[in-house]
Nanobody, 126 residues
Framework: VQLQASGGGLVQAGGSMRLSCVAS????????VGWFRQAPGKERELVAA????????LYGDSAKGRFTISRDNGRNTVYLQMNSLKPEDTAVYSC????????????????????WGQGTQVTVSS
């Protein structure tokens, strides 16, 4: 499966942005999907992840209460809605996919993901 992240850009603090992760090559419904981010000089960290059937989600501490992950398997797309953005949210955001046998499985570690798309830059100005 190939993944393509999009939707990044420049936004002011307090604003909102929606990222999309579109899959091609195989149906995304076979995969758990996660959004990760990496800021300069920092390790890649989990933002949010979602199970194949959307019944389970997992959020990193920085995303709780502000970001929402969702998916539309018919469109082969996973979304990350980001609200109340802060300058510290500035990073390159990437999506990863893990082929999951269990429909409610949500991998939380970057090492569990087998496929990655190119990232999209999100910059939040103060």
């Amino acid at each position: 499966v190939q993944l393509q992240a999009s939707g990044g850009g420049l936004v002011q603090a307090g604003g909102s942005m929606r990222l999309s992760c579109v899959a091609s090559g195989r149906t995304l419904s076979s995969y758990s999907v996660g959004w990760f981010r990496q800021a300069p000089g920092k390790e890649r960290e989990l933002v949010a992840a979602i199970s194949r059937n959307s019944r389970r989600t997992l959020y990193g501490d920085s995303a709780k209460g502000r970001f929402t992950i969702s998916r539309d398997n018919g469109r082969n797309t996973v979304y990350l809605q980001m609200n109340s953005l802060k300058p510290e949210d500035t990073a390159v955001y990437s999506c990863g996919a893990e082929e999951s046998v269990v429909a409610v499985h949500v991998p939380g570690s970057v090492h569990q993901y087998d496929y990655w798309g190119q990232g999209t830059q999100v910059t939040v100005s103060s």
